[in-house]
């Protein structure tokens, strides 16, 4: 069996054994460190110390220590047209399409909303588009400062409907009677009522458009006063 050599005998550790600690540099490469070196340490990453060492570095300031008025801000006071066009393309962000149609169902909630106020009110700025204008306000104010045969033709109409009900031939008789003359009046005091809005129609507004507004005025008159939208906003035999 070969012997070792004389420095086998003399040196504990062979040219490249390590010492027994993991993650150290053999014994036998260069000069030994004075202590293990670990691998973590070798190969560790460059970013992460210059992170670290500005992170240290870095001043710490007090966020909520007030700023000083006097002191400058770091950037100009933008112009006032900026600041509006800013202002504009934050409002005008794209939405989904979910996001605009409730949207668009809140605004449409509060138009009606409006709406029926305005109906109550008379508030000319949010009626519905046939009831603006002075000269549909005219033409309603006309029929509801006069007594129109046409407003009671519900309830008489349900007089009658009862009487032609009753297995009575006399009752039946009157009933067939009085429809044909709520008819007949109805009739004549529409046509009455039509010419005399016309002609008023055209001597306060010779200028604006009239078209419909003596229609409009007739339907009018066949609701009951108390039912009428826009209210009414003058009373029985006050001129409007």
Same mark, same amino acid.
Do not use: H
């Given at each position: 069996?070969?012997?070792?050599?004389?420095?086998?005998?003399?040196?504990?550790?062979?040219?490249?054994?390590?010492?027994?600690?993991?993650?150290?540099? %053999?014994?036998?490469?260069?000069?030994?460190?004075?202590?293990?070196? %670990?691998?973590?340490?070798?190969?560790?990453?460059?970013?992460?110390?210059? #992170?670290?060492?500005?992170?240290?570095?870095?001043?710490?300031?007090?966020?909520?220590?007030?700023?000083?008025?006097?002191?400058?801000?770091?950037?100009?006071?933008?112009?006032?047209?900026?600041?509006?066009?800013?202002?504009?393309?934050?409002?005008?962000? %794209?939405?989904?399409? #979910?996001?605009?149609?409730?949207?668009?169902?809140?605004?449409?909630?509060?138009?009606?909303?409006?709406?029926?106020?305005?109906?109550?009110?008379?508030?000319?700025?949010?009626?519905?588009?046939?009831?603006?204008?002075?000269?549909?306000?005219?033409?309603?104010?006309? =029929?509801?400062?006069?007594?129109? =045969?046409?407003?009671?033709?519900?309830?008489?109409?349900?007089?009658?409907?009862?009487?032609?009900?009753?297995?009575?031939?006399?009752?039946?008789?009157?009933?067939?009677?009085?429809?044909?003359?709520?008819?007949?009046? =109805?009739?004549?005091?529409? =046509?009455?009522?039509?010419?005399?809005? #016309?002609?008023?129609?055209?001597?306060?507004?010779?200028?604006?458009?009239?078209?419909?507004?003596?229609?409009?005025?007739?339907?009018?008159?066949?609701?009951?006063?108390?039912?009428?939208?826009?209210?009414?906003?003058?009373?029985?035999?006050?001129?409007?």
């Amino acid at each position: 069996m070969p012997r070792c050599p004389g420095r086998c005998a003399t040196s504990p550790l062979s040219p490249l054994q390590t010492t027994g600690v993991a993650g150290s540099f %053999p014994t036998g490469l260069g000069p030994t460190p004075p202590y293990p070196v %670990p691998l973590g340490f070798v190969f560790r990453s460059r970013a992460k110390d210059e #992170k670290a060492q500005s992170a240290v570095s870095a001043p710490v300031t007090d966020s909520k220590q007030p700023r000083d008025p006097q002191a400058p801000k770091g950037r100009p006071t933008p112009k006032r047209s900026v600041a509006q066009s800013q202002r504009r393309s934050v409002s005008n962000t %794209p939405m989904t399409r #979910k996001e605009a149609a409730k949207r668009q169902r809140e605004e449409r909630r509060t138009a009606l909303a409006k709406q029926r106020e305005a109906l109550a009110s008379g508030d000319e700025r949010y009626l519905p588009a046939r009831d603006k204008g002075p000269v549909r306000k005219y033409a309603r104010d006309f =029929i509801d400062s006069r007594f129109n =045969i046409a407003e009671y033709f519900l309830p008489m109409a349900v007089i009658i409907l009862v009487l032609s009900m009753i297995r009575v031939a006399s009752l039946q008789n009157i009933a067939l009677l009085l429809w044909l003359v709520v008819i007949v009046l =109805i009739v004549l005091d529409s =046509i009455v009522t039509g010419f005399r809005l #016309k002609k008023r129609l055209a001597e306060r507004f010779p200028d604006d458009r009239r078209r419909g507004a003596v229609a409009y005025a007739l339907m009018r008159s066949l609701q009951m006063r108390r039912l009428r939208l826009p209210k009414p906003q003058v009373k029985r035999g006050e001129r409007p």
